[in-house]
């Protein structure tokens, strides 16, 4: 199973950025995938996940209401994005896609089986 995550890069506060993941293979049995993000000297925390059906969304208290998840299928291919508007500071960090085979949808990093490269979001003042 591989996740290929882009679409980091620099933006203004109060900007947006959108990141992208695909995973095409090992699909079958696949039941959600999941952003998280890593700030430097911090741990990884969840940021959010929906459900490979599209029914449910989850958000971390953080971003939510600034940032929206959304899925697309075609065939076994996957695509999770990660639509960031009214970006903060704060939200300049690595973040990591990922995908889980388990429910219910967790924010551990223990709950979710496979883990994307990282991409560099930076937001500038």
């Known amino acids: 199973v591989q996740l290929q995550a882009s679409g980091g890069g620099l933006a203004q506060t109060g900007g947006s950025l959108r990141l992208s993941c695909a995973i095409s293979?090992?699909?079958?049995?696949?039941?959600?995938m999941g952003w998280f993000r890593q700030a430097p000297g911090e741990e990884r925390e969840f940021v959010a996940s929906i459900r490979t059906t599209g029914i449910a969304t989850y958000y971390a208290d953080a971003v939510k209401g600034r940032f929206t998840i959304s899925i697309s299928r075609d065939g076994a291919k996957n695509t999770a994005y990660l639509q960031m508007n009214g970006l903060k500071v704060e939200d300049t960090a690595v973040y990591y896609c990922?995908?889980?085979?388990?429910?219910?949808?967790?924010?551990?990093?223990?709950?979710?089986?496979?883990w994307g490269q990282g991409t560099q979001v930076t937001v500038s003042s």
């Open positions: 990922a995908a889980s085979y388990s429910l219910p949808l967790g924010r551990m990093l223990n709950d979710w089986g496979y």
């Open positions: 293979e090992g699909t079958v049995g696949m039941h959600g």
